[in-house]
């Protein structure tokens, strides 16, 4: 109209005269629209470049809109591009699309290109606001504004949707008629769920998730909607005007402020960010429903948490505590109180501190005689380190029926009814004999009487028979105590099988 009013071109046409009287009732000829998503093949584009050979018959310009014309097909753009660029005299085109991502560069840097705005809900309020008037159709501005939410800043779809909220209920429309056909979850059900999130009541999850599902409500457009709620509830804390953000009532404002009044701003947009982590996780849940039980419940324990800055003061609190006490020991001196304390501790504890004395002062050193687990000193040094590195083996040797120390021999005896654990020790001859050779300064041999034992375990300690032959060289000896060789089988955690001299080069 602006291009073919009879005053123009004119950036505002006068709607009065022939032109502008044609183009709104679609009778002029040289005006046409075509809706992109129907007409969307070569054969629609052939058809157009057609009819605009010619000139205008009646109108200062032809006037051509493609509505949607990102969902013309391939061919059809290819087509329509070598109209573009040698366009026909008079003849304007003008596409309108929502996706103008999705239209090829070839079209789009042949155009001008200008881009509107999405309208504002209170801007699309007002103009339902003024159609409702017009129309003498009683409307609250909470239903108002739900239709202008679901417009989405398209002011042609919310005329569409008041057309249809007014032909549901006629001129008098209630709030609870326009959600219905809206398909908007009642405000009510938000609030109750904030309520429980805030006051930590996780055994109300249930009881409303089941009646979200019984009234056929969508979860992940409730949980859309829960976000929302929250975002107000923050809003109305932290704005000083809310009533400018929101287009409510004062009577919903002041609902939310008493719904929010003992939160913290900080807590309300804690509560926000994790809704808001929760959401693609509803969203491609398989079971949407547990997933928000689930949720929700881990919201309710939100406020368990303490802040940052509370920890950091109870750690420092902490330390200052542990200082205090460490300087109220060190006033008094040491006594026999220790060794008198240590004799009154429990066997365990007792064996576990001798061990670690044992383990981290001396490998020589022995556990005190109260602490005795043979009555030997040196098989209680074995079994203590026996115990650090094999604690599995450890208690089979504390099964033997007595243990005998002689010059150079510690001789562990088993009964008859223990032969199966003397079988198992024979399995380990070698780490033992190596364990006693090193505790002690003395040459050790480790046996088994053979009168208690079975064949099997007589077999095995005739088996190597150069470790005894081993044990009793002195060459044997001093190699096993040098310090080298412990680094080396502690390194590679090995055990000595034999000790051999080398030949030399000319004994082959």
């Not at 020790?425 to 079975?454: C, P």
Request: a neutral charge.
């Amino acid at each position: 109209k602006a291009l073919n009013c009879e005053k123009g071109p004119t950036p505002e046409p006068c709607n009065q005269c022939f032109m502008c009287q044609a183009i709104n009732n679609e009778t002029l000829l040289d005006f046409i629209e075509i809706d992109g998503a129907s007409n969307r093949g070569i054969e629609d584009v052939k058809a157009l470049r057609e009819s605009i050979q010619y000139e205008p018959m009646h109108s200062r310009y032809r006037v051509i809109i493609i509505d949607e014309v990102h969902q013309l097909s391939r061919d059809a753009f290819n087509a329509l591009l070598k109209t573009l660029e040698e366009p026909p005299t008079r003849t304007v085109f003008i596409f309108a699309t929502t996706e103008f991502h999705k239209v090829p560069k070839t079209i789009a840097s042949r155009c001008q290109h200008f881009v509107f705005k999405r309208l504002t809900n209170p801007q699309i309020m007002n103009h339902l606001r003024y159609l409702a008037d017009q129309e003498k159709i009683d409307i609250s501005s909470y239903s108002l504004k739900l239709i202008a939410d679901a417009a989405d800043g398209s002011l042609r779809d919310a005329e569409t949707l008041l057309d249809m909220v007014v032909s549901f209920s006629g001129s008098k429309v209630r709030d609870k008629e326009t959600e219905e056909v809206l398909g908007i979850i009642n405000r009510s059900l938000f609030e109750d769920f904030s309520r429980i999130i805030l006051e930590s009541q996780a055994g109300e999850v249930f009881p409303l998730v089941e009646s979200l599902v019984s009234a056929g409500y969508d979860l992940r457009h409730f949980y859309s909607g829960l976000i929302e709620y929250f975002r107000n509830l923050l809003l109305v804390k932290v704005s000083a005007n809310p009533a400018e953000l929101l287009a409510f009532s004062e009577e919903e404002i002041n609902r939310l402020k008493e719904v929010g009044k003992d939160q913290k701003k900080e807590d309300l947009l804690r509560y926000i960010l994790m809704l808001q982590e929760g959401e693609a996780g509803l969203r491609y849940s398989a079971q949407p429903r547990i997933f928000l039980e689930a949720w929700l419940v881990k919201l309710c324990y939100l406020k368990n948490l303490k802040p940052v800055e509370e920890i950091l003061e109870e750690i420092s609190r902490l330390k200052d505590e542990l200082k205090r006490n460490q300087n109220e020991q060190s006033v008094y001196p040491t006594t026999n109180s220790t060794s008198n304390l240590k004799s009154n501790v429990s066997f365990k504890q007792a064996t576990k501190t001798a061990e670690y004395n044992h383990l981290g002062q001396n490998q020589n050193s022995v556990p005190k005689k109260e602490f005795s687990v043979f009555g030997q000193e040196a098989a209680d040094v074995l079994y203590f380190r026996v115990m650090k590195e094999k604690p599995a083996l450890a208690p089979i040797l504390k099964t033997c029926k007595k243990v005998e120390v002689k010059e150079s021999i510690i001789k562990f005896i088993f009964g008859q009814d223990k032969k199966h654990f003397a079988e198992l020790i024979s399995q380990h001859l070698v780490y033992l004999n190596r364990v006693a050779l090193e505790l002690s300064g003395k040459e050790f041999e480790l046996q088994i009487e053979e009168g208690q034992v079975n064949q099997a375990v007589k077999e095995n300690s005739n088996h190597h028979p150069e470790i005894r032959e081993s044990a009793r060289n002195d060459e044997a000896k001093k190699l096993l105590q040098d310090p080298k060789t412990k680094a080396l089988l502690s390194s590679i955690k090995g055990q000595v099988i034999a000790v051999k001299k080398k030949p030399r080069p000319d004994q082959t």
